[in-house]
C-alpha cells in the first residue's frame, strides 16, 4: 500500500482531497503535526488563507473516515530547522513518498534522492459570481452584510439593482472568494495580478474582480466587472477632423470620465484603432485588464518600476 508524505503547499492550494477524491492518492496519508503549526502561523491574520487552510484539513479528515485513505498525524509540533529539509528526513524514517504541489520543491526532493509525487491543481468548476451576470450586467457588487447588488446598461447610462433581497454573510463571501483564486489558479487565461495584505486583483477571463479585505475594507467586499461591448472607434461617430487629427498628429491623449462612463472601452477601441494602422501597440495597464488582441503587448504596472517600463 503506497505511503505519502504531506507538504505545505498542497494543503494551502488545498488540492490534495480533490486528488483523494479522484482516486489519484490512496493508501496512508501522513500529515506532520509541524505542517499543521507552520500553516496555522503562516495564515494567521489572513482569514482566507485560514479559512482555507482549515477548510482542507477537515477535507482530508472527512476523507479518511469515509475510507478513501488511512489518515495519520506524525511527527513533532515544531521544527528548529527548515520544514521542508525536515520533511525529507521523515519521509526516509517512514519510507514514504513526498506530495508536493510545487515543481521546483519536487525537482529539490528529486535530486536528494527522495520519492516524490507532483500533484497538480485540478480544474474547479466556474465560480459562482458568473452567475449573477446577465448581457446587460456591467459589475457586481458583492459586500459582507449588505445585499448584492449589480450596475446594469450601458456605458453613461446605467442604474443599481438589488439582485438578492437577503445579505450576502461572511461565511458565503468568503466561500466565493475561495472559488475565484481556485478558479484563477488552475485556469491558463486567468491571472493574480496584484495579492496584498487589504487587496487582491484577479483578471478571471474577462472578468476584472478587486477583493478588498480588512483591515483595509471594514468588510470582505467583491468588485466584479465584465464589458458589455466591444466598440471601434467607428462606433462613437466621432468628427472626421478628430479621427484626422488621431490619425495623423495626436500625442498625450488624456481619457478622462467618472467610474462607468466608458474610459476602458474607448481605450481599448484607440489601441485597436492604431493596431489597424499597421502601428505597434502597447498598454501600460494597473490592472491589466483591456480585452486586445494578442498581438497588441500589455504590460502591468503592478511588476514593473518606471526604469523598466
Known amino acids: 500500500m503506497a505511503r505519502y508524505l504531506i507538504t505545505p503547499d498542497v494543503i494551502r492550494r488545498g488540492i490534495l482531497h480533490r486528488h483523494i477524491l479522484n482516486g489519484d492518492i490512496s493508501g496512508d496519508v501522513l500529515i506532520p503535526w509541524s505542517v499543521l503549526t507552520y500553516l496555522d502561523k503562516a495564515t494567521a491574520g489572513d482569514d482566507i488563507s485560514h479559512e482555507k487552510f482549515l477548510k482542507e484539513v477537515n477535507n482530508i479528515r472527512k476523507a479518511s473516515e469515509a475510507g478513501l485513505i488511512k489518515l495519520e498525524y506524525i511527527g513533532q509540533s515544531t521544527v528548529d530547522g527548515d520544514i521542508y529539509q525536515y520533511i525529507f528526513e521523515l519521509s526516509r524514517d517512514y519510507d514514504a513518498v513526498i506530495l508536493t504541489s510545487d515543481p521546483s520543491k519536487a525537482k529539490f526532493f528529486q535530486a536528494v534522492g527522495s520519492k516524490v509525487k507532483l500533484l497538480s491543481p485540478i480544474r474547479v468548476s466556474e465560480p459562482v459570481i458568473t452567475k449573477y451576470f446577465d448581457e446587460d450586467t456591467m ?171
Open 139 to 309: 459589475s457586481v457588487h458583492l459586500k459582507e452584510g449588505v445585499r448584492p447588488r449589480a450596475k446594469k446598461g450601458r456605458p453613461g447610462n446605467w442604474l443599481y439593482v438589488e439582485l438578492d433581497e437577503k445579505p450576502i454573510t461572511r461565511d458565503e463571501i468568503l466561500e466565493i472568494i475561495d472559488e475565484i483564486l481556485d478558479y484563477t489558479k488552475t485556469d491558463p487565461e486567468s491571472f493574480i495580478e496584484i495579492d496584498e495584505k487589504g487587496v487582491t486583483i484577479v483578471q478571471m477571463r474577462n472578468y476584472r474582480i478587486i477583493i478588498a479585505k480588512p483591515p483595509f475594507s471594514d468588510g470582505y467586499e467583491i468588485t466584479a466587472v465584465k464589458p458589455v461591448k466591444k466598440l471601434s472607434l467607428e462606433d462613437y461617430n466621432l468628427p472626421p477632423e478628430l479621427i484626422r487629427r488621431l490619425r495623423e498628429r495626436a500625442e498625450g491623449i488624456l481619457i478622462a470620465g467618472a467610474p462607468g462612463e466608458g474610459k476602458s472601452t474607448f481605450s481599448q477601441a484607440l489601441a485597436e484603432f492604431y493596431r489597424g494602422m499597421g502601428k505597434v501597440v502597447k498598454t501600460i495597464e494597473s490592472p491589466r485588464d483591456l480585452q486586445l488582441p494578442m498581438d497588441i503587448t500589455q504590460y502591468s504596472k503592478s511588476y514593473g518600476d518606471d526604469k523598466t517600463l
